[in-house]
Structures are given as C-alpha cells and as structure tokens.
C-alpha cells in the first residue's frame, strides 16, 4: 500500500492550497481516508476525514478548519482531495494522509497506511 501527497507549498495567509492524496496497492472503495498535520514542536492533529458507502460520502472536519476546508474523492484516479481556504499561519504543518479499513475516525492510531507528508508554509 502507497500513499502520496501532493500539493503543498507556500502560500500567503489568507490563501488557498489544494493537497491531494493518491492511493495504491488497497481496495479504495473500502477505505475511510484521513488528513492530518503536525506543526513544528506540537503533536499531529486530525484535520479531515472522509468515507463512503456505495453513493453516501461522509466528510468532517476538526472545529478549527469546518467552513474552510472541504473534502472531495475522485474514484476513478484513487485520490482524495483536501481544498483548504483561508489560510492561517498557525496552519504551517506537515500534512499527511492516511487510510483505514472500514469506517472513519479522528484517532490516529486507528489509521493503518500514512503517506510521507507534505509540507504547508503559510506565511504571514
């Protein structure tokens, strides 16, 4: 199982990044997907999931990215995509994705892959 990041850079607050994650080697359709970050001295943190069952997809967000962030999948490429608006400087991460077998959760170590991360530099 692989998974990849892609999309991070340096952005100025305020602005935008879109962060995909492309995954192999898994069934895709039977994995919840995950997004976490982990700022410079401070635990990594959940920052969106996502799920779906047949056609109902089920997104959320920790409380401190709902609104501006949002989550969408595309099925046929096995890739999620993490859309991040209104970007903070505190937001300067690394984020990583990571996949799970069955249904979604906030808690890290339920996750099963990770990715290598993708590093996020929101300056000021």
């Known amino acids: 199982v692989q998974l990849v990041e892609s999309g991070g850079g340096l952005v100025q607050q305020g602005g935008s990044l879109r962060l995909s994650c492309a995954a192999s080697?898994?069934?895709?359709?039977?994995?919840?997907m995950g997004w976490f970050r982990q700022a410079p001295g401070k635990e990594r943190e959940f920052v969106a999931g996502?799920?779906?069952?047949?056609?109902?997809?089920?997104?959320y967000f920790s409380s401190s990215v709902k609104g501006r962030f949002t989550l969408s999948r595309d099925e046929a490429k096995n890739t999620v995509n993490l859309e991040m608006n209104s970007l903070k400087p505190e937001e300067t991460a690394v984020y990583y994705c990571?996949?799970?077998?069955?249904?979604?959760?906030?808690?890290?170590?339920?996750?099963?892959?990770w990715g290598q991360g993708t590093q996020v530099t929101v300056s000021s």
């Open positions: 080697g898994l069934t895709f359709s039977t994995y919840a």
């Open positions: 996502i799920s779906w069952f047949g056609s109902k997809i089920h997104t």
């Open positions: 990571a996949a799970r077998g069955g249904g979604s959760t906030t808690r890290e170590y339920e996750y099963d892959y």
